[in-house]
């Protein structure tokens, strides 16, 4: 089974409006990963977050963690058409440092 | 740098036949992996090389799939004899090492067996 998992599945919102995504996961993590893929390509990967980190920012992009709920989020600022695309969450296993994807979010960005 | 590069980009065969995937990982990166992209299964990892060398296929879903990694620069996925529930999108990602923080993904190849 997924050891991450996204949610929403889908979102959709406007431009210009923030969009938030989070990931849910069952054991014990080194890191968690985001990753970006548009449609018809590879995933491209955003930021990462050690199991010993809260917080971290990238441009508009802002990955939290919280390792007592086993959780994270992605938050988007500012939205733009551009940013439409499925986001994955990566995880791994405490003892393993390859990455679990989860199903994705599929964020539809508005004009 | 050109990235990971993924050949064919597109493949469409029938059942029975054999299917050849290829890819050409980034150079100086020491990890590749295969990865299959499903709407129902999501995107599960097949196979991961470490130094040309299969660490894990235990996600290679039966014995009609093969991997192999005769060079640092060259790998390749094979199906034989393909099925239509092969039909998926196959990714080759390469990393500076297992643990790598990053992993560069392909474009991929849209596999279709009819």
């Known amino acids: 089974s997924q050891q991450g998992e996204e949610d929403p599945q889908a979102l959709s919102i406007q431009e210009g409006e923030n969009a938030t995504m989070n990931c849910s996961y069952k054991t014990s993590i080194n890191n968690l990963q985001w990753y970006r893929q548009n449609s018809g390509r590879g995933l491209v990967h955003l930021i990462l977050i050690r199991s010993n980190e809260r917080e971290k920012h990238s441009g508009r992009l802002r990955v939290t963690l919280d390792t007592s709920k086993k959780s994270s989020s992605l938050l988007i600022t500012a939205s733009r058409a551009a940013d439409t695309a499925s986001y994955f969450c990566?995880?791994?296993?405490?003892?393993?440092?390859?990455?679990?994807f989860g199903r994705g979010t599929s964020l539809i960005v508005h004009p | 740098d050109a990235g990971v590069i993924q050949s064919p980009r597109h493949e469409v065969t029938e059942m029975g036949q054999e299917v050849t995937l290829r890819c050409k990982p980034i150079?100086?990166?020491?990890?590749l992996f295969w990865y299959r992209q499903t709407m129902m299964r999501g995107l599960e990892l097949l196979i991961y090389f470490n130094n040309n060398v299969p660490i894990d296929d235990s996600g290679m879903p039966e014995d009609r799939f093969s991997a192999k990694m005769p060079n640092a620069s060259f790998s390749t996925l094979k199906i034989q004899p393909s099925e239509p529930r092969d039909s998926a999108v196959y990714f080759c990602?390469?990393?500076?090492?297992?643990?790598?923080?990053?992993?560069?993904f392909g474009p991929g190849t849209r596999l279709t067996v009819l």
């Open positions: 150079s100086g990166h020491n990890s």
């Open positions: 990602a390469s990393s500076l090492k297992v643990e790598a923080d990053t992993q560069y």
């Open positions: 990566a995880t791994d296993a405490g003892g393993s440092y390859i990455p679990t």
